[in-house]
């Protein structure tokens, strides 16, 4: 019984995904063509493998905050700006040698992803405030405090909003290709970044916990559970990945670029977790169908660009995929829908 | 003496609540509009004429805002009306520069996208109970995109007199009149944007006090459950709100399209995050139920004081304006739930 349930889980995102790579083969007919050049694997299926790895690492950290807070964290595009942007600057622009040690840099632009997470779960959890409401401080902010970190001397003067380049080769590895390997690095990433998510939601009780809380925070403190400290936890996760992405990201342009570093990301994450078969209104979550969700989202972003859609012009369309997910997962719809096939029902049976 | 302490306890009285809020909203603007004049003296910031730009560059925010604050009233959010702004700068200048269509005939048709743009988010988030801010993310990255698609160049309104004339008309104050350094009279001004969003305030003013459906708005925002068992149509209130909220946001855009008289894909990012700032700051809860259009203003003027500031100061960058509105913002967010904590330590 609960297997099939989940398998129902499964079975719309899973569907979403088919019918994306199906248009996408209609439209470009050598879709599934992989080949090799200069030793890595080549291929529209790569790519958008490649390309959605920020977006399954932002969706699965998205996951938890929709599943343990009921809202949504709408600062993770200006978080991933800011992580990029400490990343970088870090760095520093010489063609000879980092500034600082790669690993140091890393596990400061980690730190910075964690701790705009921790802000936004303060608020959220410490003060009660709606997240969305917390998390647009950071949204604005976030940007603002990107620009100001990508700052770069300029005769003698220290002037903010600039672009930074990281000018050594081995940077590129994390969005690039390590030499030798034909998969993306980013790939790789992404899929221990979500192995290692899902065992510790699933191998520990800690998944249990984000659930609990989410159905019911009052009666998850009644049983002990420390609901104040598991939203905590899932802001910092959040911030965490975030940062991840914006380390990914930054890597592959090898640059920080504050203002278009993780934009529209919120969107994307958004719509990958409600595509994924994941509740808005919190509890439940499944991890793997936020995962699908990201893929098809990428999917759908190569089919549009293939088309000659723009992307500026994207977000027209993705908004009214997010219409029809959210109306068709609403209560209200569900009853509207149900009474009308109540009384086509009655109908029948009256005639 | 007992006169004295009755004076006193309605004071306290008055000051409770969401009036607390707006006190220290307007005490913080007058603190802030002080310390403007002792720090930037030499910059023209005592200029009474500086006060009035203030209200000429924020004239559409000031619309936008009280919106915004009907919206918050109900419990609701809107964050699309950014984007609505910049779909609307576009459209008008479109329409009016590229298809020479009439300035009038240009203004009835972005105001009518506004009140159908509203009433389809009205729609979604009332009769099918859907989060608000979900649906007005989603109208936001709608919108942005649908301006992509009419254009991506910048779009400059050159040709068309009627819309120009009222972007540039200035209207002349009686008082206040200075004399610049070669001895000419000089009468401080507003733009006709200005008399438009005054009247915008006073009438939502005027309809949050004194007409059903303001008191109703409170009534929904304060408690949904009791405000049905009430008899009232909590749907049909919450859907009106948004579709007026849809043609301030239109109104506001076009307000907005009188100062940069132009159109381009990336115009008023970031103006809805104004808009809540302002809102906020000027003590209209996010919970739903309490806030005033008159603490709103004192928001944006609070807004555009540090704008002024840093325009004065001239060697900050400008990102510091986001980061000190956020900044303000967290403070007054913080503020409320700390108030909302301790109401409910009193209860108990």
């Given at each position: 019984m609960r297997q099939s349930l989940k398998r129902s889980q499964l079975l719309l995102p899973v569907a979403a995904l088919i019918l994306m790579l199906v248009i996408n083969v209609i439209i470009?007919?050598?879709?599934?063509n992989i080949s090799i050049k200069n030793g890595v694997l080549y291929g529209y299926t790569i790519d958008i493998l490649n390309r959605s790895c920020e977006l399954i690492i932002l969706a699965v950290g998205m996951t938890l905050v929709v599943a343990s807070s009921r809202g949504t964290d709408i600062s993770v595009g200006a978080v991933e700006a800011v992580a990029a942007a400490v990343c970088v600057r870090l760095l520093g622009s010489s063609y000879d040698a980092y500034a600082v040690p790669v690993v140091f840099a890393v596990f400061m632009c980690l730190f910075a992803g964690a701790a705009c997470g921790a802000f936004n779960g303060l608020l959220v959890s410490k003060f009660n405030i709606q997240p969305m409401i917390a998390t647009l401080i950071l949204f604005t902010a976030g940007r603002g405090i990107a620009q100001l970190t990508s700052a770069r001397a300029i005769n003698g003067v220290m002037v903010p909003g600039q672009i930074l380049y990281v000018r050594m080769e081995s940077f590129k590895y994390i969005g690039g290709f390590i030499p030798g390997c034909v998969m993306p690095t980013p790939v790789f990433i992404a899929a221990a970044f979500v192995l290692i998510t899902m065992i510790l939601l699933r191998k520990t009780a800690l998944g249990m916990y984000i659930e609990t809380v989410g159905i019911n925070p009052k009666a998850g403190r009644l049983v002990g559970i420390n609901s104040t400290l598991i939203i905590f936890f899932t802001y910092v996760f959040c911030g965490f990945a975030s940062g991840l992405a914006g380390l990914i990201s930054s890597s592959r342009i090898y640059s920080s670029d504050a203002n278009n570093i993780g934009l529209n990301m919120e969107l994307d994450a958004i719509l990958a977790v409600a595509l994924g078969g994941n509740s808005l209104g919190g509890g439940k979550f499944n991890i793997a169908g936020s995962v699908i969700g990201a893929i098809t989202i990428q999917a759908l972003t190569t089919g549009l660009y293939a088309m000659g859609v723009s992307a500026d012009q994207l977000p027209v369309y993705k908004a009214v995929v997010v219409v029809l997910i959210v109306t068709l997962q609403s209560d209200e719809f569900k009853r509207v829908w149900g009474v009308y096939k109540l009384r086509r029902a009655a109908a029948r049976g009256a005639a | 003496m007992k006169k004295q302490l009755m004076a006193v306890q309605l004071l306290k009285k008055k000051l409770d609540g969401s009036n607390f809020l707006l006190f220290v909203t307007i005490a913080l603007f007058v603190l802030m509009y002080i310390a403007g004049i002792i720090i930037f003296s030499d910059a023209g910031f005592d200029n009474f004429q500086t006060f009035l730009n203030m209200l000429i560059d924020n004239a559409g925010l000031i619309i936008a805002a009280s919106g915004m604050t009907i919206i918050m009233i109900t419990g609701g959010i809107d964050i699309s009306i950014g984007s609505v702004v910049g779909l609307v700068c576009m459209m008008l200048a479109y329409t009016m520069q590229n298809m020479g269509m009439s300035a009038w005939m240009a203004i009835t048709l972005v105001m009518l996208f506004g009140i159908i743009f509203g009433a389809v988010q009205g729609f979604l988030i009332a009769y099918m109970k859907l989060q608000p801010f979900i649906i007005t993310l989603a109208g936001m990255f709608f919108c942005r995109g649908l301006t992509a698609m009419i254009s991506v160049n910048q779009i400059a309104i050159t040709d068309n007199a009627t819309f120009l004339g009222m972007a540039s008309k200035d209207i002349h104050l009686l008082v206040g009149s200075t004399v610049n350094k070669h001895g000419v009279r000089m009468y401080p001004f507003v733009h006709p944007s200005v008399i438009i969003a005054i009247i915008t305030l006073v009438f939502i003013w005027y309809l949050c006090k004194y007409t059903k459906f303001g008191r109703n708005l409170f009534a929904v925002g304060g408690n949904e459950q009791s405000a049905l068992l009430m008899g009232i149509n909590v749907r049909r209130t919450k859907f009106t709100a948004y579709v007026l909220n849809g043609f301030l946001a239109a109104l506001a855009g076009f307000v907005f399209c009188l100062n940069t008289t132009s159109g381009f894909v990336e115009q008023a990012r970031g103006f809805e995050m104004d808009a809540i700032a302002s809102a906020v700051i000027g003590?209209?809860?996010?919970?739903?139920g309490v806030g005033t259009v008159v603490g709103t203003f004192f928001g944006v003027l609070i807004k555009a004081t540090i704008e002024t500031y840093i325009r004065c100061n001239g060697t900050l960058s400008s990102w510091w304006n986001k980061i000190v509105l956020s900044a303000l913002l967290c403070f007054f967010i913080v503020l409320q739930s700390v108030f909302i904590i301790i109401k409910n330590k009193k209860k108990n």
């Amino acid at each position: 019984m609960r297997q099939s349930l989940k398998r129902s889980q499964l079975l719309l995102p899973v569907a979403a995904l088919i019918l994306m790579l199906v248009i996408n083969v209609i439209i470009t007919p050598s879709f599934f063509n992989i080949s090799i050049k200069n030793g890595v694997l080549y291929g529209y299926t790569i790519d958008i493998l490649n390309r959605s790895c920020e977006l399954i690492i932002l969706a699965v950290g998205m996951t938890l905050v929709v599943a343990s807070s009921r809202g949504t964290d709408i600062s993770v595009g200006a978080v991933e700006a800011v992580a990029a942007a400490v990343c970088v600057r870090l760095l520093g622009s010489s063609y000879d040698a980092y500034a600082v040690p790669v690993v140091f840099a890393v596990f400061m632009c980690l730190f910075a992803g964690a701790a705009c997470g921790a802000f936004n779960g303060l608020l959220v959890s410490k003060f009660n405030i709606q997240p969305m409401i917390a998390t647009l401080i950071l949204f604005t902010a976030g940007r603002g405090i990107a620009q100001l970190t990508s700052a770069r001397a300029i005769n003698g003067v220290m002037v903010p909003g600039q672009i930074l380049y990281v000018r050594m080769e081995s940077f590129k590895y994390i969005g690039g290709f390590i030499p030798g390997c034909v998969m993306p690095t980013p790939v790789f990433i992404a899929a221990a970044f979500v192995l290692i998510t899902m065992i510790l939601l699933r191998k520990t009780a800690l998944g249990m916990y984000i659930e609990t809380v989410g159905i019911n925070p009052k009666a998850g403190r009644l049983v002990g559970i420390n609901s104040t400290l598991i939203i905590f936890f899932t802001y910092v996760f959040c911030g965490f990945a975030s940062g991840l992405a914006g380390l990914i990201s930054s890597s592959r342009i090898y640059s920080s670029d504050a203002n278009n570093i993780g934009l529209n990301m919120e969107l994307d994450a958004i719509l990958a977790v409600a595509l994924g078969g994941n509740s808005l209104g919190g509890g439940k979550f499944n991890i793997a169908g936020s995962v699908i969700g990201a893929i098809t989202i990428q999917a759908l972003t190569t089919g549009l660009y293939a088309m000659g859609v723009s992307a500026d012009q994207l977000p027209v369309y993705k908004a009214v995929v997010v219409v029809l997910i959210v109306t068709l997962q609403s209560d209200e719809f569900k009853r509207v829908w149900g009474v009308y096939k109540l009384r086509r029902a009655a109908a029948r049976g009256a005639a | 003496m007992k006169k004295q302490l009755m004076a006193v306890q309605l004071l306290k009285k008055k000051l409770d609540g969401s009036n607390f809020l707006l006190f220290v909203t307007i005490a913080l603007f007058v603190l802030m509009y002080i310390a403007g004049i002792i720090i930037f003296s030499d910059a023209g910031f005592d200029n009474f004429q500086t006060f009035l730009n203030m209200l000429i560059d924020n004239a559409g925010l000031i619309i936008a805002a009280s919106g915004m604050t009907i919206i918050m009233i109900t419990g609701g959010i809107d964050i699309s009306i950014g984007s609505v702004v910049g779909l609307v700068c576009m459209m008008l200048a479109y329409t009016m520069q590229n298809m020479g269509m009439s300035a009038w005939m240009a203004i009835t048709l972005v105001m009518l996208f506004g009140i159908i743009f509203g009433a389809v988010q009205g729609f979604l988030i009332a009769y099918m109970k859907l989060q608000p801010f979900i649906i007005t993310l989603a109208g936001m990255f709608f919108c942005r995109g649908l301006t992509a698609m009419i254009s991506v160049n910048q779009i400059a309104i050159t040709d068309n007199a009627t819309f120009l004339g009222m972007a540039s008309k200035d209207i002349h104050l009686l008082v206040g009149s200075t004399v610049n350094k070669h001895g000419v009279r000089m009468y401080p001004f507003v733009h006709p944007s200005v008399i438009i969003a005054i009247i915008t305030l006073v009438f939502i003013w005027y309809l949050c006090k004194y007409t059903k459906f303001g008191r109703n708005l409170f009534a929904v925002g304060g408690n949904e459950q009791s405000a049905l068992l009430m008899g009232i149509n909590v749907r049909r209130t919450k859907f009106t709100a948004y579709v007026l909220n849809g043609f301030l946001a239109a109104l506001a855009g076009f307000v907005f399209c009188l100062n940069t008289t132009s159109g381009f894909v990336e115009q008023a990012r970031g103006f809805e995050m104004d808009a809540i700032a302002s809102a906020v700051i000027g003590g209209t809860m996010l919970t739903g139920g309490v806030g005033t259009v008159v603490g709103t203003f004192f928001g944006v003027l609070i807004k555009a004081t540090i704008e002024t500031y840093i325009r004065c100061n001239g060697t900050l960058s400008s990102w510091w304006n986001k980061i000190v509105l956020s900044a303000l913002l967290c403070f007054f967010i913080v503020l409320q739930s700390v108030f909302i904590i301790i109401k409910n330590k009193k209860k108990n």
